[in-house]
């Protein structure tokens, strides 16, 4: 079955490497180099920010687990993140368009490693402090990062 997804996504990635070199001149968006720049920029740090967030994830259940915690204990830390997330995420593009989008992005920055030093507490309070504050950083990092390449570019 393994073998499968591993030919799913080979073939995919071919198909995606295969319409991107079929593209000509004229299919491409001409853009000016320091507009490429940043967007390279903004795409490095995105994408380290996205990465960091999707690698804590599948160990977080396992941390939990050798905390002692039961399925219900973690399941309730696992809806305070997602609820925390969805609770935040209404206001915090406003936020960030009030307050500044680099300063909502350093403010994910901030969140985020504060949501994972408590990780190292087997406390079920802070650990649930960390969930909230992981759901801020999640609303933030879909939002604010956006926004701010947006409005350096209309810039």
């Not at 305070?80 to 500044?100: E, H, N, R």
């Not at 920055?109 to 190292?120: P, Q, R, V």
């Amino acid at each position: 079955m393994e073998l499968f997804y591993y030919a799913v996504f080979g073939g995919l990635a071919a198909v995606v490497a295969a319409l991107e070199l079929s593209k000509t001149n004229k299919d491409r968006i001409n853009t000016s180099t320091a507009f490429n720049s940043f967007k390279n920029n903004y795409l490095l740090v995105y994408s380290l920010m996205m990465a960091g967030d999707w690698l804590q994830g599948p160990y977080v259940y396992y941390l939990y687990t050798t905390y002692g915690f039961g399925k219900g204990e973690i399941g309730q830390l696992f809806i305070a993140g997602f609820g925390s997330s969805m609770l935040f995420g209404t206001i915090v593009g406003s936020l960030a368009d009030k307050q500044g989008r680099k300063r909502a992005c350093v403010t994910y920055c901030i969140t985020y490693i504060l949501s994972c030093i408590t990780k190292h507490s087997p406390q079920y309070k802070v650990l649930m402090l960390g969930r909230i504050l992981g759901g801020i950083a999640t609303s933030l990092l879909f939002s604010a990062f956006e926004s701010w390449l947006v409005a350096e570019h209309f810039k």
